[in-house]
């Protein structure tokens, strides 16, 4: 048979699909451990079977053949109608354990198991496989063609092709009655509509949860308890949706994992309004951890100030003594002192200037490039107006300019009010004159 056609993990010490221990991790969702599988007998104990199918999908048969059926093996199963192909996942007592989980009270719901998967039912079940997302895609549209407020979220064929499983999500109740007509008369196989919840999607398509785990959904959680946000007070969880909310939009299912060893917990805390009198001062509830038993009480009712942290057992002593009218000196037991916790300075052995080396040394190096080029370069007026260039600070000749070029003797009058050293307008007049060529007269 080619197991490799399925996607299966084949054992390199048997040939019997999976594991022939029936031990091990398979590739398959919702796996079971069989604590059982090395206990003589075990497999022979009852005639049920545990078989599953495309993702979370399993199924309970009575083995009447009496074949010898391992974790792993594919086996042809009886189905309405025809018949399909599944995956060996579970034998022996423990099977009567998931078939309680499950649910399945009538025992008309346990088929029969017919025979392991021959290559002909091997070929046919691969078949039908390849045409499930083509079909997916082709009943979402024929469903927006019709209007119907759904959405289908995954096809499963039959093993032998005769029939079609359409798994969708709605809000609410939907008439396919029509849906179902042009299905049958488009695919030309047997139709059955199941609805499915958001959590059940999650579980079908899988994933990886912000635990860094593979969902619970798709590896072993079978049936979901509603959850509510009180699971989450309970355990002091900051009401952020966004962290609450699951793959599937949904609150987590790990939510309700822990609130009862919390709410247990919790009995064992004083009230969050009894306020502790001591001699010193009045003392307010601020935070507790739960599962330490430790309380952290404030002087201010609405601020930490002077926080104090003590055990729920020294709380209701505490409060024991106040219900008789004594107040003791201190929220601490008698003859403990309460341990001042020193400081610790996380720069004491290193150097706080480290940072500003680098930026000193850059500075440097930029003020040595600067010098180079104004040594190297004459810059020209242009160039300083632009801003391009620092001009250059040698000190400056009589009558030179800020660039560097002497400056003309155009006769104009510098205002220098409150300058000494001004020149007389009178000598500059005569200068003026002096350049200007005389008529002749």
Not at 384 to 403: F, I, L, V
């Amino acid at each position: 048979m080619k197991y490799e056609d399925l996607n299966y993990k084949i054992c390199s010490d048997c040939d019997r699909g999976l594991c022939h221990c029936a031990c091990g991790r398979q590739d398959r969702q919702l796996n079971t451990y069989d604590w059982l599988a090395d206990v003589p007998g075990n497999p022979y104990s009852t005639d049920l079977v545990e078989v599953q199918f495309k993702n979370t999908r399993k199924g309970y048969y009575h083995n009447v053949n009496n074949l010898d059926l391992h974790k792993g093996d594919t086996v042809a199963v009886e189905a309405n109608p025809g018949h399909d192909i599944g995956v060996v996942t579970l034998t022996g007592r423990l099977v009567k354990l998931q078939i309680k989980k499950a649910n399945l009270k009538s025992s008309d719901e346990i088929r029969r198991i017919y025979r392991i998967a021959k290559q002909v039912d091997i070929d046919k079940y691969t078949e039908a496989k390849s045409r499930e997302h083509g079909t997916m895609i082709q009943s979402r549209q024929i469903a927006k063609e019709l209007g119907l407020q759904m959405k289908i979220g995954d096809v499963e064929y039959q093993g032998d092709g005769n029939k079609a499983i359409f798994y969708y999500i709605a809000d609410d109740r939907v008439d396919f009655r029509q849906l179902i007509k042009i299905l049958a008369e488009t695919f030309h196989i047997r139709i059955e509509m199941k609805q499915i919840g958001a959590r059940q999607e999650a579980g079908r398509i899988g994933g990886t949860g912000p635990c860094g785990r593979e969902l619970c959904c798709a590896t072993w959680m079978k049936n979901f308890s509603s959850v509510s946000t009180n699971a989450a007070r309970f355990q002091d969880i900051s009401l952020n949706p966004q962290k609450l909310a699951g793959m599937c939009a949904k609150l987590k299912c790990c939510l309700n994992y822990e609130v009862d060893s919390y709410v247990e917990a919790s009995r064992k805390l004083p009230g969050k309004e009894i306020i502790l009198q001591t001699q010193d001062s009045d003392y307010y509830y601020f935070k507790a951890d739960v599962l330490s038993g430790q309380v952290t009480y404030s002087t201010d009712k609405n601020l930490a100030a002077n926080l104090e942290t003590i055990t729920a057992a020294r709380a209701n002593e505490i409060i024991g003594l106040n219900r008789q009218g004594e107040k003791p000196l201190t929220l601490l037991a008698d003859g403990k002192q309460k341990v001042q916790k020193k400081s610790v300075d996380l720069l004491a052995n290193a150097d706080i200037s480290r940072f500003d080396k680098s930026k000193q040394n850059r500075k440097k190096d930029n003020t040595r490039r600067n010098k180079r080029k104004a040594e190297g370069e004459k810059l020209t007026g242009g160039e300083q107006k632009d801003g391009n260039r620092k001009p250059n600070n040698r000190p400056r000749e009589n009558g030179e300019s800020a660039t560097g070029n002497r400056r003309p003797d155009s006769g104009r009058q510098t205002r220098n009010n409150g300058n000494p050293n001004r020149r007389n307008n009178n000598a500059n007049r005569d200068q003026k004159t002096d350049t200007q060529p005389r008529n002749a007269e």
